[in-house]
């Protein structure tokens, strides 16, 4: 039975849909005008799922799923639950992040409905462009996924992956050994019960354990995947560059008064960027 949600959040949906389109998963996800659609997870069920971005309103639909499923996918997947006036009662003072604030002010932090689907996409994303790692996303999809409903492909598991030779990795997505290696060590972990979702204990020690993965990554994934709003990846480029510095450390000391809600910080430095090329 197909079920419908309407949800009304101040929400900007422009930076979202962007996001969106730069790091959708060829096969896998698809955005065609402000509506993204992909197989999701709703009660243990596999269902496609449809949502369509306004200002101010998110339409879901999906093929099974109650309404309370719906709206936890939605707040997921594109931080609905957030307080926005703590957020501007934060940040709408600071010299350097209240202009943005003010100019977007429906700016949420985008996550992600899978979590192990964006560790994996952002292991491939390493040290190359966003159009690579969709790439490199697409094939991983087409290699080792299954077909889904809407004609969509369904992301492989975590334990469909790590059962894949390491060399098989490598040669069907075409990577380097190591980022095959990381990739796979990746799903083992994320297989033998590391979970990547908001609420779930903290896995940075564990994240940062597996070969490949370093602080930038696991900072990032505690943004996108794991919903802590204090997390910030102080090593990004576009962040230093954001804030004309050279270091981490120095992003570090910008962001100290921006605490809890350095990700938002980070997401409004990444939306004035994006849009000032």
Do not use: K, N
Request: glycine share 10%; with cysteine.
């Amino acid at each position: 039975m197909s079920s419908t949600l309407v949800v009304r959040r101040p929400f900007d949906p422009t930076p979202a849909l962007a996001s969106l389109v730069a790091h959708a998963v060829p096969g896998v996800e698809t955005v065609e005008g402000s509506t993204v659609r992909r197989a999701v997870r709703l009660g243990g069920i596999l269902a496609l799922a449809e949502v369509t971005l306004s200002p101010d309103r998110i339409d879901v639909r999906a093929s099974a799923g109650s309404s309370a499923e719906l709206g936890e996918l939605a707040d997921r997947w594109f931080g609905l639950a957030d307080d926005l006036d703590a957020v501007h009662a934060a940040l709408g003072d600071d010299p350097v992040l209240g202009p943005l604030v003010r100019s977007r002010p429906g700016l949420r932090v985008l996550g992600h409905p899978d979590g192990f689907e964006a560790a994996a996409t952002t292991v491939l994303g390493q040290q190359v462009s966003l159009a690579a790692a969709r790439t490199f996303g697409g094939r991983l999809a087409a290699a080792y996924g299954h077909p889904g409903p809407g004609g969509l492909t369904v992301y492989p598991s975590p334990a469909e992956l790590a059962a894949v030779d390491p060399v098989d990795l490598q040669a069907a997505v075409r990577i380097t050994h190591s980022r095959a290696r990381t990739l796979h060590a990746l799903a083992q972990a994320c297989a033998d019960g590391l979970t990547l979702a908001p609420g779930a204990p903290d896995p940075r020690s564990r994240l940062l354990a597996l070969p490949g993965i370093g602080p930038w990554t696991a900072d990032y994934l505690a943004l996108r995947v794991l919903g802590d709003r204090d997390a910030m990846p102080v090593g990004d480029l576009v962040l230093r560059r954001a804030l004309g510095v050279r270091g981490a450390a120095e992003v570090s000391r910008a962001a100290e008064s921006w605490r809890p809600w350095r990700a938002y910080a980070s997401a409004h430095l990444w939306a004035a960027t994006a849009y000032a090329l």
